[in-house]
């Protein structure tokens, strides 16, 4: 039985499909993790870094009983380049700061409700008042040093952290997009099987 030497058109057209799946499981885990709806999930955790704005706009304000001193900052969220005016009571998060965690921020409007009052910025060339309650930034505003009753109390870095305020919700939806994932990985495997035995039963029909 005489057959017919010249392949298929549609043989070309096999190939070149299988190629480029072939081709998709080589690539790294870097790209198989940027695929994949579990990797993109998590992607956005560990972006969501919170630090200071380039121009933080440090400011300060005591309680009227000079009990407390209350820093105000701008903040920028990594993830979407979000700036947000943050505040926080020093006493309160000293140990925080130290140990680079989340301070307890409070309610910019907290300034208006506890009647708290601007404090002085150092003056630069003389020694703060015995009595006096003052603050200075570094050149940058990603630092600053509290002066209180005439005495260095500390000197501090803006917050640097992970916000994981939405990990809950992350945790709860990491199942649906695993199983989202292996449903996508067996549809794709399924495809290439079927690519695979036609591509050879076309290069070898008997």
């Known amino acids: ?18 190629i480029p799946c072939l081709v998709s499981f080589t690539t790294g885990c870097a790209s198989i993790r940027d695929n994949t709806l579990t990797g993109k999930l998590w992607d956005d955790v560990s972006m969501n870094r919170c630090v200071p704005a380039p121009n933080p706009n440090l400011r300060f304000f005591r309680r009227p009983d000079n009990h407390d001193v209350l820093v105000t900052y701008d903040e920028l969220r990594e993830k979407n380049d979000a700036v947000r005016r943050r505040a926080f009571f020093l006493e309160g998060n000293i140990r925080k700061l130290e140990e680079g965690e989340k301070p307890r921020f409070v ?42 009753a005439g005495r260095e109390l500390g000197s501090y870095h803006l917050p640097v952290y992970l916000d994981r305020t939405g990990s809950a919700e992350w945790l709860a939806l990491t199942p649906l997009t695993v199983t989202g994932d292996i449903i996508i990985a067996a549809a794709v495997i399924a495809v290439v099987g079927g690519l695979v035995i036609l591509w050879a039963y076309a290069n070898n029909p008997r």
């Open 107 to 148: 309610a910019i409007a907290v300034i208006q409700k506890l009647n708290l009052i601007p404090v002085a910025e150092c003056p630069a060339d003389n020694a703060p008042p015995a009595d006096a309650i003052c603050a200075v930034a570094s050149a940058d505003g990603s630092e600053f040093t509290v002066f209180w």
């Open 1 to 18: 039985m005489r057959q017919d030497s010249k392949p298929g058109w549609w043989r070309p057209l096999l190939s070149g499909a299988l």
